[in-house]
């Protein structure tokens, strides 16, 4: 299957700072990506989704000024966490596809947020 | 939105077939029933996906009866390693995967 990377794997910030993460499609050109959290024991919660060169739309109940996505190029998107706080800290993870809705979506690693 | 229940956790001893069991009662004409695998901290990983019938591929088989409104993942010969949570979805929700709670697989030895 094709290759989604994060960068980083896990990262640990004071509170009040911005985060953050990206997520690189490398062997193919994503025209959609998700932003997924997941806390322990739970499910993925689904964030946002990217169309690159547009506006993510976001899920009900996700800030959009706390989460910022950018997805300026076919091969990557960005999550900041902006003035983050110990609450956000979890398990960010992306996925990435390519086409339309009936194509496969591909996982990256995952980023694992601390907020002291 | 088809909603999915399956097992929160299921126990398994290695070299036994396990099967899990997915109630989708409310599946749509056009949605697929598509399974991921997730370890701990780690994204989650495809395993098999169908539309009715059986499907089987190098790691597992599906099974969807003919009113769909139900599919069991089946693994053949579990392993220490494949103690993971197992997580069914329905449809795309418009391009969009949407995961239940899943079901935490425990293989002992």
């Known amino acids: 299957g094709a290759v989604v990377s994060q960068h980083p794997s896990r990262v640990i910030c004071k509170s009040g700072t911005s985060v953050k993460i990206e997520c690189r499609s490398l062997?193919?050109?994503?025209?959609?990506m998700f932003w997924y959290r997941q806390f322990p024991k739970q499910s993925l919660m689904l964030m946002a989704t990217?169309?690159?060169?547009?506006?993510?739309?976001?899920e009900q109940g996700v800030e959009k000024d706390k989460f910022l996505i950018n997805h300026a190029s076919l091969t990557l998107s960005t999550l900041t966490v902006t003035s983050a706080h110990p609450e956000d800290s979890s398990f960010y993870i992306c996925?990435?596809?390519?086409?339309?809705?009936?194509?496969?979506?591909?996982f990256g690693p995952g980023t694992r947020l601390t907020v002291l | 939105l088809a909603k999915t229940t399956q097992p929160i956790s299921m126990d398994s001893y290695e070299g036994q077939e396990v099967n899990i069991t997915c109630s989708h009662n409310n599946i749509a004409t056009n949605d697929y029933i598509t399974w991921y695998q997730q370890f701990p901290s780690q994204g989650p990983r495809f395993i098999i996906q169908g539309y009715k019938t059986k499907v089987t591929n190098e790691v597992a088989s599906l099974f969807i009866p003919a009113d769909r409104k139900s599919s069991t993942l089946s693994l053949p010969r579990v392993s220490l390693s494949d103690t993971a949570v197992y997580y069914c979805l329905v449809g795309d929700q418009g391009g969009k995967l949407i995961f239940g709670q899943g079901t935490e697989l425990s293989v002992k030895p």
């Open positions: 996925s990435a596809r390519w086409g339309d809705r009936y194509n496969e979506q591909f």
């Open positions: 990217s169309n690159e060169g547009s506006k993510a739309t976001y």
């Open positions: 062997d193919f050109q994503a025209t959609t």
